[in-house]
């Protein structure tokens, strides 16, 4: 009975077992920072919601688990999972009994999960409030030992219980209404060698360069390949959500380090990464805040790091977009950035303005403290990288390209004039003029502008970067602030995206010193502490949502940026 496992074993604690496409996994995170004793099927439809408790009729198993297999055991008795597909799990025990449970005690008219015994087929159907899906469980061998709540309404325990002395298999599908009896002509052992011939092949296509010096390559392949959703809902293409835990959205700059890991292994998937917020952008322009299954949210927006992005990919993809990809990404991106400059810039004034810390992606960070409408050296310079971006492909498309350029040049210009005090950048009040500065990580990320910033800029910018730098990598916070917080979010912890930035901004401007350094700790920092959503700058402990994609993917574009670098010299 027993399958090899296939793929890296990870801890369920920190990454959820789940198959790219489907919209449901196997975890105890059933909340934002909220673990249950046992494992739950939790369904991202409508949010994050566990909807069907997983638990062994004996308490002290011990749960093993691989991309392709999800594995409890006690002694030579186990229970085993693989999905069939997206929307489907297969589950077998020997000698070991699974009660599948609703997670929800409470049915209301409004609330709860209901169960009953489907008359077509004889399976057992739990469909759910919260998700507003079936999810029906069929025995393909062996028989229930027993079922409670059936039908049952108000507060009850739905439940069906698998026996521990035999063999037995299930399914559980999750659908809308209606679907064909479940066939499971396909062996268990066959699902098995599917998923991971599906998974090798989505790892060699990503990472392979991968060797002994990038030991966490597969274990990032596999964050990125679990977290990938179907379309449906907003969701208008294929997506890698952030995660398969709390975070289950797409934030309008997460998505670009996700493009980018994908772009020379899966071009299309990256492709359908960087245009999924944009299937959003509003008539202003403006992209959302985030998207998911059932919610696009306009009350922030994110900063426009897109035409920074755009120039990786392009670099990176396998075949260049056809002329029509990027006429429409042309466009796109020109809307876009015309938001920020027509909404964005106050009467008379040529840098554009954040309305809060959340739209510069760094909700908290100290840049903030005082106004929080701000001025800010990153929003300029992102803007700036933006329109130089523009500025070529319309070039390419035959279009004209001065009014970009010019922009350009007249942003670039006020950055150096009005926030530029000979060390760091400043912040300023487009209310008042006040400037101020702070010791945020933020006032550095000019730097992403690479060698189009005057050299002693960026010789000053390298010095900062150095000052926030410690073991394990680029703390946003420098750790002697007074203003330092462990577990700040955005106030001393390490984050992926600002590395990927200074790291590459610092590259481009010949400062490859510091640029090897801070990529080597970041590396070792994963390969430490796996793929959180930020890490404490002391420690190098995983922080918040501990299965993050877009530190996965930032990883792997480390990686793969230092295995080129050996293979060629550079």
Not at 46 to 75: E, K, S
Request: net charge negative; proline share 6%.
């Amino acid at each position: 009975m027993t399958v090899a496992p296939s793929g890296p074993e990870f801890s369920i604690q920190d990454i959820p077992f789940s198959y790219r496409g489907s919209w449901f996994n196997i975890s105890p995170v059933v909340a934002e920072k909220t673990y249950a004793d046992d494992l739950h099927l939790v369904s991202h439809q409508t949010g994050l919601h566990p909807v069907l408790r997983l638990a062994p009729t004996v308490a002290d198993t011990t749960i093993v688990a691989t991309p392709t297999l999800l594995t409890w055991r006690n002694g030579a008795d186990r229970i085993e999972a693989v999905y069939d597909g997206p929307d489907t799990l297969r589950i077998r025990g020997r000698r070991l009994g699974l009660r599948v449970a609703a997670a929800a005690g409470t049915l209301t008219p409004f609330s709860g999960t209901y169960l009953y015994l489907d008359p077509l087929d004889g399976s057992h159907v739990f469909t759910s409030y919260e998700t507003g899906r079936r999810y029906r469980v069929t025995v393909l061998s062996g028989t229930l030992q027993r079922t409670d709540g059936v039908e049952a309404l108000g507060t009850a325990d739905r439940s069906v219980d698998l026996p521990a002395d035999g063999q037995w298999e299930i399914a559980i599908e999750e659908y809308a209404t209606a679907r064909r009896r479940y066939d499971g002509s396909v062996p268990f052992e066959q699902l098995c060698r599917d998923r991971a011939a599906e998974f090798t092949a989505f790892v060699d296509a990503i990472a392979p360069w991968r060797g002994p010096d990038t030991p966490a390559a597969e274990l990032a392949a596999y964050v990125l390949w679990s977290a990938t959703v179907a379309p449906a809902g907003f969701v208008t293409r294929p997506a890698v959500l952030m995660s398969k835990h709390w975070m289950d959205k797409v934030w309008s700059w997460d998505h670009c380090f996700n493009a980018i890991a994908l772009a020379a292994g899966e071009p299309e998937l990256a492709w359908h990464q960087f245009h999924l917020p944009f299937d959003h952008q509003d008539e202003a322009g403006a992209l959302p805040d985030s998207v998911t299954h059932s919610e696009v949210l306009h009350n922030y927006v994110k900063p426009p790091i897109h035409g920074w992005a755009m120039r990786h990919l392009r670099r990176l993809l396998p075949q260049p977009p056809d002329r029509a990809a990027l006429a429409e990404t042309y466009d796109r991106l020109a809307r876009w950035t015309r938001f920020w400059l027509d909404a964005r810039r106050a009467p008379g004034q040529d840098l554009p303005h954040y309305q809060h810390g959340n739209d510069s992606g760094w909700d908290n960070a100290t840049t903030f403290d005082g106004d929080r409408v701000l001025q800010t050296a990153d929003l300029a310079a992102f803007l700036v990288s933006q329109l130089r971006c523009l500025a070529d492909l319309a070039a390419e498309l035959g279009e004209p390209t001065e009014q970009w350029s010019r922009e350009a040049d007249r942003i670039c210009a006020a950055m150096l004039h009005d926030l530029w005090d000979g060390e760091r950048f400043l912040a300023r009040s487009p209310h008042t003029g006040h400037r101020r500065a702070s010791r945020s990580l933020l006032d550095l990320m000019p730097i992403a502008l690479g060698a189009d910033l005057p050299a002693p800029v960026a010789a000053a910018l390298a010095r900062g970067a150095e000052k926030h730098l410690t073991t394990h990598g680029l703390a946003t916070e420098p750790t002697d602030s007074a203003h330092y917080l462990a577990d700040g979010y955005w106030r001393g912890p390490i984050w992926a995206p600002s590395t990927v930035l200074v790291e590459d901004g610092l590259r481009r401007a010949g400062q490859t010193r510091i640029a090897d350094e801070i990529s080597r700790r970041f590396l070792a920092l994963c390969e430490k502490s796996g793929f959180a959503e930020n890490f404490d700058a002391e420690t190098g402990a995983g922080l918040r949502d501990r299965a993050y994609t877009w530190t996965a993917s930032s990883y792997l574009i480390l990686a793969a940026a230092q295995e080129q670098r050996r293979d060629t010299g550079g």
